[in-house]
């Protein structure tokens, strides 16, 4: 009998745990750097994990990143005056977003697009793996863009 409740719970172990294992690296997948195109501005941003376990996404580079003066360009659209004098590659795009396993996306949080000013509830998934799509709607209008991991 006792052979049988050992098997039992080993059986449970090796069964339950890979199944926490492949939530925990699903939800972490988007971790990563990306290349991604907003109205003609290119740049690169990357998603990491806040402190209070959300998924959020910086801008860290931007091709055009200064000015016709030379000057660093601001992020002069953002709708929080406090928030106009941040670097333009150094912009917060995306956060609070949290993993759903059964959808195998990450959602209700908020994408800002600095290229017009607006902030909009945000969904995000995967199309393949290294293709993540990352949808804003704002009054039932949704706009999708892809963004390219690069690592």
């Not at 049988?4 to 926490?20: D, E, R, S």
């Not at 994990?49 to 931007?62: L, P």
């Not at 017009?116 to 199309?127: D, I, K, P």
């Amino acid at each position: 009998m006792s052979k049988i409740v050992t098997f039992l719970l080993a059986l449970c172990v090796f069964c339950v745990f890979p199944a926490f294992a492949q939530v925990a690296a699903g939800e972490d997948e988007i971790l990563g750097e990306y290349f991604a195109v907003q109205n003609g501005e290119e740049s690169r941003v990357r998603f990491s994990k806040a402190d209070d376990g959300t998924f959020q996404a910086h801008v860290f580079w931007v091709k055009n990143d200064v000015d016709k003066q030379g000057r660093k360009r601001l992020d002069e659209k953002n709708p929080d005056r406090r928030l106009r004098n941040v670097s333009c590659d150094k912009i917060l795009l995306v956060w609070n977003m949290r993993y759903n396993p059964e959808k195998r996306n990450w959602s209700g949080g908020k994408v800002y697009d600095p290229t017009r000013g607006l902030r909009a509830n945000a969904t995000c998934w995967f199309e393949d793996e290294k293709h993540l799509k990352l949808k804003g709607s704002l009054f039932g209008i949704s706009e999708t863009v892809v963004w390219v991991k690069e690592k």
